[in-house]
């Protein structure tokens, strides 16, 4: 299933630094191939890994205000409070899956525990 984090309405020019995207997800899965070659406009960096639950990977749009990412939703959690930890406070963002089966705002300073406990409560 692909997850998304994603900026709700006007980023106002913000986007997420890569680097330390990137050195928040090397910390968690060291052996992470990073692949920088722009794909498309929702594929300009992706991150292969390997988790507790199998492959997966995450990448990032082009303006780097959206991360999508197919993974285990438990991994797609730890992923989307790390891009909110990234975020100014100002922002907000949506928590979701590619269906909408759920969608969640996503407030700065959320929990991975509060965080599973919304999707759970919107799924």
């Known amino acids: ?8 309405g006007d980023a106002g020019g913000w ?8 050195d928040a997800i ?15 406009e929702s594929r300009s960096l992706t991150w292969e890994i390997g988790t507790e639950n199998g492959p997966g990977e995450a990448y990032l749009h082009e303006d780097g205000t959206c991360l999508y990412m197919d993974v285990w939703q438990e991994d797609a959690i730890w992923l989307a409070i790390v891009f909110r930890r990234l975020t ?3 922002l907000d ?3 979701c899956d590619e269906g909408y089966t759920f969608d969640v705002c996503l407030r700065a300073g959320t929990t991975e525990a509060e965080l599973t406990d919304l999707v759970n409560a919107a799924g």
């Open 1 to 8: 299933m692909t997850f998304l984090v994603v900026v709700e």
């Open 15 to 22: 986007c997420v630094d890569r680097d330390a995207l990137t």
């Open 26 to 40: 090397r910390a968690r899965w060291p052996a992470v191939e990073i692949d920088s070659m722009h794909r498309s």
């Open 88 to 90: 100014p406070m100002g």
């Open 93 to 95: 963002l949506v928590f």
